[in-house]
């Protein structure tokens, strides 16, 4: 991606504020970036800290159509429920070749299309919250005009956040049920082991601690080159030693399938909320 693409955040969230700071630490110009936000403190703040123009649409109801109309890319970050009217509002002033990116979960890429321009190029991502960190998943699928080389340059964008992935957006929700809503469930994880530790006697800092650093420690292991989670679980895992009777009891527990019923239900529900919003 060249570092002198213009850029607007139309919405700037933990999420969009966490590409943005990837970007300019990969070299983008914080004079080729504009930012929207509702609140005029919080376009102050974001201006301080990354140098970048901020504009507030409380004080200027004008503030996404003006940063879209000078943007090569714009990344739409508001909430799910506001893309297909920000897409509309922004839709008479972009530029045919601006190439339109949503971060936002359930709003399907013939919704945004509907709204826009004949022709705009359009893509669908579904990060999920580590990007914050730069170890997140990014999903990408691209719009009806978004040839291999717009799909390309998205890729760059999300680099920073961590591993990228594309796909067919019918898979979206299936990315959604895994990686989306997947730290979650890794928290959740945390949270019982932490649980179970003070049940065995342990104060309840300490198990604390063995939960939320031994899950980290474990992550840190899969993201080595060339991990395999079946395999790692194969090298800790001595013959009838104590971590097999562990496993052998949350297999018998069903633990396999309820993981396999919270996504199928993960993904019903995306499937329900991108109904829900259509207009």
Do not use: W
């Amino acid at each position: 991606m060249s570092t002198d693409t213009t850029f607007a955040f139309l919405g700037c969230g933990s999420m969009n504020e966490a590409i943005l700071g990837g970007l300019l630490a990969g070299g983008l110009d914080p004079s080729n970036v504009t930012v929207t936000v509702r609140r005029p403190e919080r376009a102050r703040e974001l201006a301080e800290r990354h140098g970048v123009t901020a504009l507030s649409s409380n004080e200027d109801p004008q503030a996404n159509v003006q940063a879209a109309a000078s943007a090569g890319i714009v990344i739409m970050g508001v909430k799910p429920v506001g893309i297909q009217d920000l897409a509309a509002e922004i839709g008479p002033s972009l530029k045919p070749d601006t190439v339109v990116i949503s971060v936002a979960a359930a709003v399907s890429i013939a919704m945004m299309e509907a709204e826009l321009p004949a022709g705009q190029p359009v893509i669908r991502s579904m990060p999920n919250t580590p990007s914050k960190v730069g170890r997140g998943v990014v999903a990408l699928a691209a719009g009806s005009h978004a040839n291999d080389d717009i799909i390309s340059r998205a890729k760059d964008i999300f680099a920073a956040s961590g591993t990228v992935v594309v796909v067919d957006e019918e898979q979206i929700d299936a990315v959604s049920a895994v990686s989306g809503s997947g730290p979650a469930y890794v928290f959740h994880l945390a949270e019982a082991m932490a649980a179970a530790g003070e049940k065995l006697g342990l104060d309840a800092e300490t198990a604390r601690v063995l939960a939320r650093d031994t899950v980290a420690g474990a992550g840190a292991l899969l993201s080595e080159p060339d991990a395999d989670a079946e395999a790692l679980r194969i090298a800790v895992t001595s013959p009838n030693g104590t971590t097999a009777a562990a496993l052998d009891t949350f297999t018998a527990k069903g633990l396999p399938d309820v993981i396999e019923a919270g996504a199928r239900a993960a993904a019903a529900r995306a499937a329900e909320i991108t109904t829900e919003l259509q207009k």
